[in-house]
């Protein structure tokens, strides 16, 4: 999922995400292992980061004007806020915890699933992953064909140009117009 998101933005885009990522990925790691503290797994941490960098990325129109360092703090913003919600999920199942000793022993697992999923099963959950393909499918097959060109077959602007005889500047775009109809349509159904 998070290369598909990175997917939708232009390469410019592309590459400033990835030197915010590579800048300042560990010490958000760092900062959201602080924010959750010692009894939480080191792994939820990552987990919040990577959901606050797919964050940036699904609104990134929004975002984009920003400086590296409006980003930076943005990034920290959204990790904090990932964190508290994590406390917020933690406190309702430790409350609802009392009331599990009703639950059969076999349905404990699913219900704990259920009241406190992790920030990975949110950001690769199979309604995601069936919500992308979807959107995928509604574009015009010009555009489809060369974003799963660029996605599934890793072809570079030239390779893809050469395949479908058409220009570089054409493929660009295609890929352009493809990835803004990708991010409007996953906001709208966001929205929905």
């Given at each position: 999922?998070?290369?598909?998101?990175?997917?939708?933005?232009?390469?410019?885009?592309?590459n400033?995400?990835r030197?915010?990522?590579?800048?300042?990925?560990?010490a958000?790691?760092?900062?959201?292992?602080?924010?959750?503290?010692?009894s939480?797994?080191?792994?939820?941490?990552?987990?919040?980061?990577?959901?606050?960098?797919?964050?940036?990325?699904t609104?990134?129109?929004?975002?984009?004007?920003?400086?590296?360092?409006?980003?930076?703090?943005l990034?920290?913003?959204?990790?904090?806020?990932?964190?508290?919600?994590?406390?917020?999920?933690?406190?309702?199942?430790?409350?609802v915890?009392s009331?599990?000793?009703?639950?059969?022993?076999e349905?404990?697992?699913?219900?704990?699933?259920?009241?406190?999923?992790?920030?990975?099963?949110?950001?690769i959950?199979?309604?995601?992953?069936?919500?992308?393909?979807?959107?995928f499918?509604?574009?015009?097959p010009?555009?489809?064909?060369?974003?799963?060109?660029?996605?599934?077959?890793?072809?570079?602007?030239?390779?893809?140009?050469?395949?479908?005889?058409?220009?570089?500047?054409?493929?660009?775009?295609?890929?352009?117009?493809?990835?803004?109809a990708?991010?409007?349509?996953?906001?709208?159904?966001?929205?929905?």
């Amino acid at each position: 999922m998070f290369a598909i998101l990175l997917m939708t933005l232009s390469d410019e885009e592309q590459n400033r995400v990835r030197i915010l990522w590579q800048e300042n990925g560990s010490a958000l790691v760092q900062y959201a292992r602080k924010e959750l503290g010692a009894s939480v797994s080191p792994d939820v941490a990552e987990d919040i980061v990577s959901e606050a960098f797919a964050q940036l990325m699904t609104h990134y129109e929004r975002y984009g004007s920003r400086t590296d360092a409006q980003m930076k703090g943005l990034l920290f913003r959204i990790v904090r806020n990932l964190c508290m919600d994590a406390h917020r999920r933690r406190k309702r199942s430790s409350a609802v915890s009392s009331d599990a000793e009703f639950i059969p022993d076999e349905e404990k697992d699913s219900f704990a699933l259920i009241m406190d999923p992790s920030p990975e099963d949110l950001l690769i959950s199979e309604e995601n992953i069936r919500r992308m393909k979807a959107i995928f499918r509604s574009l015009s097959p010009a555009l489809r064909e060369v974003l799963e060109m660029k996605l599934n077959e890793e072809m570079t602007d030239g390779e893809i140009a050469k395949e479908l005889h058409i220009t570089k500047h054409i493929v660009q775009q295609r890929l352009a117009r493809a990835r803004k109809a990708v991010r409007i349509k996953w906001e709208a159904e966001e929205h929905e």
